[in-house]
């Protein structure tokens, strides 16, 4: 067969069944390869070698499998980076696949030709340029087991003459494994003592990051067993249930008013599976415990007084068979009334529209027409901020975003990668007008693909996560304003079913119509343009409302800017004092 056909078999054996990318004339006998294995893996073909990148980082992000994206020599693969640094600096697997100018025209300046391994030497893990066809389908795999191994990106040069040659192919006998199998033993000293600590302490919480993925189970466990009010990175949000009265939220610009008064007001931190890069910030008044599989994280981000080398389920697992049962404290319960107050002033929000559309709402309205296993894909913006702290992760949700490497445009692809990998679940994607924007023409593979996804675009004209900045650094607002659009008429003119919504009236009844639509088997992907107020949404990432620490003068302007009442949003402090008394 041609070695083009041999790797997208060994594609398969990975279980990797469709690929992102544009065919250009460096990689066509590579597309040739996968049109010969079209049963068994789908080749998608997008309109920008970026959004198969993204698309790819996605679906590892969702799925655990490597994501596959490929493109031409020269600028088809350079688009491909953005993508790539998103699954590098979000530690995920990405194999991304290189055309190059055929071997009898290398180094003769030839059309598009590029030395494209220094191009790629930061991005990925693993970089090689194959040199004969029968190297192809080895180094693929190896490429793929690497990225697996590193949980970044493994880039192949393939020169397209290459790709196009016949060669004897075998299917390998090494087994596929993703993961790396390291026998972490749980000692029961490691277990004792962060007990001990935990019983010990007065104001003990959790900090659970994406390590505990796939644990839920345990982390409630320990979380009632040792009345542990719980925090999650941002993109571990959906790894402890939203819905339980112990879950506060995420700390920082993305999270929550509990979130950031609990742990501040916090005496011992048990981080476990997370490497939460802004604990730097946190006060250093606490004892801090970290719980992680990676010997390098331990204490990168913050000095820890007990560190313990351990898997997170397995640890999660082991407290939570200690013999031990806290009593609610105060600090819990004030710490509980805290998350509830906080989600009634966001559906508060939600409610009003007397000057219009506010984006809480259309959140709301999502939360409340989102299937119990839907999938979300968040673009980057003041949208990741409304949609983290209302979205629910209380059953079979889950969603993606880009965390680390925080690019606009990825909640498209990400929605499109959602619905290619779950076909047979609701898939929405979230994104600001800008972001969306930036991707907006992929609406069209969507379109290509019969994926019914649900594009939901805030559209407040402005960037909005930039212009809190310049509102922080008293700058002008220059630069931030966006002219607009109506994205729903656009959906209607590339074959997607658009809607074009102003208050919440017309909010439900498009919620109706999709709803309908999804009821009776449509096939058309949906775009939802909410024309929202542009309001800077309050941030969470410094609270002063404790007037005996920051003063009258700086809680009246931080009340005044976010018309947060005492009232409906008490300081902690006079929560804490109801259950103390």
Do not use: C
Not at 78 to 91: F, T
Not at 228 to 244: G, I, M
């Amino acid at each position: 067969m041609i070695a083009g056909q041999a790797l997208a078999k060994v594609l398969e054996k990975w279980d990797v069944d469709h690929v992102y990318g544009i065919t250009a004339d460096s990689i066509n006998n590579l597309v040739d390869g996968l049109y010969l294995e079209r049963e068994n893996i789908k080749y998608i073909q997008v309109r920008h070698e970026e959004i198969g990148a993204l698309a790819a980082a996605a679906d590892s992000k969702l799925t655990g499998t490597i994501g596959v994206a490929f493109g031409s020599a020269g600028p088809g693969s350079v688009h491909m980076l953005n993508g790539l640094y998103d699954a590098k600096m979000d530690h995920t697997p990405v194999l991304a696949l290189v055309g190059q100018s055929a071997t009898g025209v290398m180094n003769t300046n030839f059309f598009q030709e590029m030395n494209q391994d220094p191009i790629f030497a930061d991005v990925a893990t693993f970089h090689k340029q194959v040199v004969n066809a029968d190297q192809i389908p080895k180094v693929i795999d190896e490429a793929i087991r690497s990225a697996y191994a590193t949980r970044s990106v493994s880039v192949v040069i393939l020169p397209d003459d290459l790709s196009g040659q016949e060669i004897d192919y075998n299917e390998f006998k090494t087994a596929n494994l993703k993961q790396n199998q390291l026998d972490l033993a749980i000692s029961s000293d490691d277990v004792t003592r962060v007990a001990e600590a935990i019983k010990a302490a007065k104001r003990p919480i959790m900090y659970v990051g994406q390590g505990v993925r796939g644990a839920r189970e345990a982390a409630v466990a320990v979380s009632e067993k040792f009345g542990l009010p719980v925090l999650s990175s941002a993109p571990a949000t959906d790894v402890f249930p939203t819905s339980h009265p112990n879950y506060m939220g995420a700390r920082g610009r993305l999270g929550a008013k509990s979130g950031f008064e609990v742990s501040q007001a916090s005496d011992l931190i048990l981080f476990i599976g997370t490497n939460f890069p802004f604990a730097r910030y946190m006060p250093q008044d606490k004892t801090i415990i970290q719980v992680n599989n990676n010997l390098a994280d331990l204490g990168k981000q913050i000095d820890a007084n007990i560190t313990v080398l351990a898997d997170a389920h397995r640890f999660l697992a082991a407290l939570a068979d200690t013999d031990y049962q806290a009593e609610p404290t105060a600090f819990l319960k004030a710490a509980q009334k805290d998350r509830v107050l906080w989600l009634n002033w966001l559906d508060k929000l939600a409610n009003d529209d007397d000057k219009g559309l506010r984006a809480e709402g259309v959140l709301k309205a999502i939360k409340e027409n989102a299937t119990d296993n839907a999938v979300f894909g968040l673009d980057v913006g003041n949208n990741t901020e409304w949609s983290l702290r209302q979205l629910p992760f209380d059953n079979d949700q889950k969603f993606t975003m880009s965390a680390w490497y925080g690019t606009m445009g990825f909640g498209l692809p990400a929605g499109l990668a959602g619905k290619l990998s779950f076909p047979e679940r609701q898939v929405w994607s979230i994104s600001g007008d800008g972001g969306y924007a930036m991707v907006m023409p992929d609406l069209l593979t969507e379109v290509k693909y019969n994926l019914p996804v649900i594009n939901v675009v805030l559209e407040n004209r402005s960037f909005g996560f930039i212009a809190h900045e310049k509102i922080q650094a008293n700058q002008a607002p220059y630069g931030i304003d966006l002219l607009g659009a109506d994205w729903g008429k656009m959906a209607d003119n590339m074959g997607a079913i658009g809607f074009t919504v102003t208050n919440l009236a017309e909010l439900h009844d498009a919620m109706i119509k999709i709803n309908d639509l999804q009821a009776n088997g449509n096939t058309k992907p949906i775009v939802l343009d909410a024309k929202i107020q542009d309001i800077d949404p309050i941030d969470t990432n410094f609270m002063p409302l404790e007037t005996s620490i920051f003063g009258k003068e700086m809680v009246q302007n931080y009340r005044e800017t976010y018309d947060l009442s005492a009232d409906e949003q008490p300081a902690f402090s006079d929560i804490l004092k109801e259950f103390e008394n």
